[in-house]
């Protein structure tokens, strides 16, 4: 995968990077997932502590820069 520039703020911004990133990398799903957008968010939830039954309005919720630096290369080393 090419090298970005990863400038998302937000969880709905990380997970639409992710979403992009995982599918112009033409990943195989199949760990329980089925597509790029349900593996960010298999990713994302547990890293951030989220419950699986997190509601809508966390896609607004603003990412620390640790955060969003650990999720950066969690979603790097998924595509490699």
Do not use: C
């Amino acid at each position: 995968m090419q090298s970005k520039i990863v400038s998302y703020q937000t969880i709905g911004e990380a997970l639409t990077w992710a979403e992009q990133a995982f599918t112009e990398a033409e990943l195989y799903y199949g760990h329980g997932t089925d597509n790029a957008w349900d593996e960010a968010v298999a990713i994302l939830l547990p890293t951030l502590q989220l419950p699986i039954n997190a509601q809508e309005e966390i896609l607004l919720q603003t990412l620390t820069p640790t955060q969003a630096l650990q999720l950066e290369q969690l979603f790097k080393r998924r595509i490699a």
